[in-house]
């Protein structure tokens, strides 16, 4: 199974960026997608996720209203459009993929993941 993370970069506060995610090695009905970022010196931290299926999003509270994950089945890719981009978004965005185990799925901590991928770096600068 291979996660494959692009589309990290340096922007401007205030600029966009859209991440992508290419994932291959099995097929990932009953999975969900998620985005995790890890600034410097800090913990890995949840973005959002998206079921692979039937493409139902979540959003961590504080990222909603500047983000938008979406997947586009026939390509295999997962993105992450983030608009608004301050300073403090800088960080690694990391793509993982864990399994919907049941109706009373979190997967909004890193363990609950199976695979990852190997992160792309955001830079965004004032």
């Known amino acids: 199974v291979q996660l494959q993370a692009s589309g990290g970069g340096s922007v401007q506060a205030g600029g966009s960026l859209r991440l992508s995610c290419v994932v291959s090695g099995r097929t990932f009905n009953g999975y969900a997608m998620g985005w995790f970022r890890q600034a410097p010196g800090k913990d890995r931290e949840f973005v959002a996720h998206i079921t692979w299926a039937g493409g139902r999003s979540h959003y961590a509270d504080s990222k909603q209203g500047r983000v938008t994950i979406s997947r586009d089945i026939a390509k295999n890719t997962v993105y992450l459009q983030m608009n608004s981009l301050k300073p403090e978004d800088t960080a690694v965005y990391y793509c993982?993929?864990?399994?919907?185990?049941?109706?009373?799925?979190?997967?909004?901590?890193?363990?609950?993941?199976?695979?990852w991928g190997q992160g792309t770096l955001v830079t965004v600068s004032s």
């Open positions: 993982a993929a864990g399994r919907i185990s049941s109706v009373y799925y979190s997967l909004t901590t890193e363990r609950e993941y199976d695979y």
